[in-house]
């Protein structure tokens, strides 16, 4: 078979009747340097000389370069290129495989150095060719950059700038009964486009930006393309806040709360609902009868609960069968660089190796982070509240239903069969009650407890608390500070021996036995701490008249039966001076005293009522009284 030398795509190559083939650099330089006709490629050719005579063959290399970048409208492009006197030239790829030899200005030359490494970059990321890639080529080549000591290829890409074709979608699914801010509009669309690309994403918004609206409107979304089978794994203290807020905004979804001694044992049972929710503990006991079912989606919500590699709940989450993931979690990272590999590892399993290869490549400090931002960032979207604060109001209110344990289930149960036994049912009044309203805010709080709780950890009994220090710990992460306020002594006593040492922060009180002229001296030394500081309020003992600005977290751990002496309480934070956007959080157990009170509340704002029957907790109120003695809370799942 005859052929001759000719130029194509910049390269030379050899055309025959039939084909056209490109020799190697080494090739075509032994043939040149031989100067006579002979065989290349088992193709016939008269010298290179006689068929490109015009053509000089130069015996210095040009050096292999590479370079990321994005477009305007949010595309990923990969360039190979070459320089010769300050100016760049594209290099030629055939089937993924770098031709290794250029023309340059009339001038071939062979390209030198970085050959095997440019073709291990393109083997592995799977680019066959210049110009857009996918974005999991565009990840793959992140990771490959921040784990090699490349520095031919460089990464020039503007993250912000992938966000560019989602922010112009704007369909939003009408099942959603809600209406979201811009940002969530954003955050929406760009959970659809990564798990569309990639299969998996993390959600870092700063807490009270609506992560959790975020993922149900991508729920919907998934639901309506015929994809069901979607699994939440949260904290026990948010299973119920979940069912709440689904069944709330997203009525066409069928929800199922996985959790309890009678909870469903046949994975069948569980393909009747289009979310279940479960826990992190119940998937670890569970995750064989889980992987009988392949999840189209597996979110994680406080996804930091697998950032070590070796706990038994990372392990197990990991182990899900899924198509697509979701990590969840306002605080991405905690203390180690380890905590991200846990999460890329869960929402893109396998991307940065093993954790082993992992610690050994990224040290744990300022220099291992600035090499895993670049993999994190595309992975990740992350809005900060001073970011959006246009978009939100000046009060942000989250009411968080939580379900008892089943330990603090059958102790509430106790107490209610003990009052009803007391007392006839047509006399308890709303004092008869009070125990139990003790009991909800922690089993320690009750005077029986007094001895063996000395030395417990009130985090490992109480669901509510457990809420409590997952609020608190990324209020403190985000270097804020939070007011709280409850009602009893006991609860007191139990913030004041725990907080300080859980977290490290100054604590400072303010009830009935703190003098008045002692109260603004307190709020004055809480409002100039530098940084993170939590200041617990009795709300009728600090409910009014006091200026506390510093803070812009209020959490209510009890409800009161007045909504006005709530509302009060809260607006020592949000008032003229703040500003800041203010977060309340109201924590309750559902199916207990506390759910009535909080109907209570909801019923006399509805009315416009400012002042409930008695302001004191002890009034009656027949119906509400009746409804309390008729709750009694149970794991139901």
């Known amino acids: 078979m005859k052929g001759y030398w000719v130029i194509v795509d910049n390269r030379i190559a050899i055309q025959s009747e039939e084909v056209v083939v490109s020799p190697s650099s080494d090739e075509i330089y032994s043939f040149y340097s031989k100067n006579e006709p002979g065989c290349v490629c088992g193709i016939e050719c008269n010298t290179i000389q006689h068929d490109l005579c015009e053509i000089r063959i130069s015996k210095i290399g040009l050096p292999i370069k590479g370079r990321i970048s994005s477009t305007s409208s949010g595309n990923v492009e990969f360039t190979l290129y070459t320089e010769k006197r300050g100016k760049s030239y594209n290099l030629t790829l055939a089937n993924g495989s770098l031709i290794d030899h250029c023309l340059v200005e009339n001038s071939w030359h062979y390209l030198s150095g970085n050959l095997l490494d440019t073709q291990d970059f393109l083997t592995k990321t799977g680019i066959k060719e210049q110009g857009q890639i996918s974005f999991k080529q565009y990840l793959k080549a992140v990771e490959l950059l921040a784990f090699n000591s490349w520095t031919f290829i460089s990464n020039e890409v503007d993250v912000e700038q992938l966000k560019s074709p989602i922010e112009k979608e704007e369909s939003i699914p009408l099942t959603l009964k809600a209406n979201l801010y811009p940002y969530q509009r954003t955050g929406f669309q760009w959970l659809k486009y990564m798990i569309k690309e990639t299969g998996g994403c993390i959600l870092g918004d700063e807490m009270g930006l609506g992560k959790t609206m975020q993922v149900i409107a991508t729920m919907l ?16 203290s948010l299973l119920a806040n979940w069912e709440r807020e689904c069944n709330k905004f997203a009525p066409s979804l069928s929800i199922y709360i996985h959790y309890g001694k009678n909870r469903i044992s046949n994975y069948r049972e569980l393909l009747k609902y289009d979310v279940i929710i479960t826990s992190y503990t119940t998937v670890v006991s569970d995750i064989h009868m889980l992987n009988m079912i392949v999840w189209n989606l597996v979110v994680l919500d406080e996804a930091q609960n697998i950032k070590t590699p070796t706990s038994q709940r990372t392990i197990a989450c990991k182990a899900i069968s899924r198509i697509n993931s979701i990590a969840v979690s306002g605080t991405p990272f905690e203390n180690h660089v380890s905590d991200i590999w846990s999460l890329i590892d869960f929402v893109t399993p396998d991307l940065l190796g093993s954790i082993e290869d992992y610690t050994e490549a990224i040290s744990d400090d300022v220099n291992g982070a600035a090499i895993i931002e670049p993999i994190l960032s595309p992975l990740m979207i992350r809005r900060l509240v001073k970011d959006v604060a246009k978009d939100l109001p000046e009060k ?7 379900q008892m344990s089943e330990e603090e289930c059958i102790q509430y149960n106790l107490y209610l069969h003990e009052i009803l036994e007391q007392n006839d049912s047509e006399k308890v009044d709303l004092g008869s009650l009070q125990k139990l309203r003790i009991y909800c805010t922690h089993p320690f709080a009750v005077n029986d407890n007094d001895t063996k709780d000395s030395f417990s950890d009130p985090y490992s009994i109480s669901i509510k608390y457990q809420r409590f220090c997952e609020i608190s710990n990324e209020v403190i992460s985000q270097n804020e500070k939070i007011i709280v306020f409850t009602s009893y002594k006991r609860m007191f006593d139990i913030f004041k021996r725990d907080i300080p040492n859980r977290f490290g922060i100054k604590l400072l009180t303010i009830n009935g036995e703190t003098p008045v002229s002692e109260r603004q001296k307190i709020v004055d030394h809480f409002n100039g701490i530098n940084g993170s500081a939590m200041l617990i309020l009795n709300p009728r003992a600090a409910g009014t008249g006091l200026n506390i600005t510093g803070a812009n977290h209020v959490i209510h751990y009890n409800l009161e039966w007045n909504p006005s002496l709530e509302d009060q309480s809260t607006a020592r934070a949000y008032r ?10 109201r924590l309750y157990y559902r199916d207990t005293i506390e759910e009535i009170v909080n109907e209570r509340i909801l019923r006399k704002r509805d009315i416009s009522t400012v002042a409930v029957i008695g302001t004191d907790g002890i009034s009656q109120d027949r119906k509400d009284i009746i409804a309390a003695l008729k709750l009694a809370p149970s794991i139901k799942h």
Do not use: C, D, H, N
């Open 221 to 236: 979304y998934l639901k309506s393309t015929g994809l069901q089978k979607m699994l939440v794994v949260a904290p026990i």
């Open 576 to 585: 003229r001076g703040q500003e800041k956007t203010v977060f309340v959080y």
């Open 396 to 402: 942000v209110v989250s009411t968080q239903p939580l």
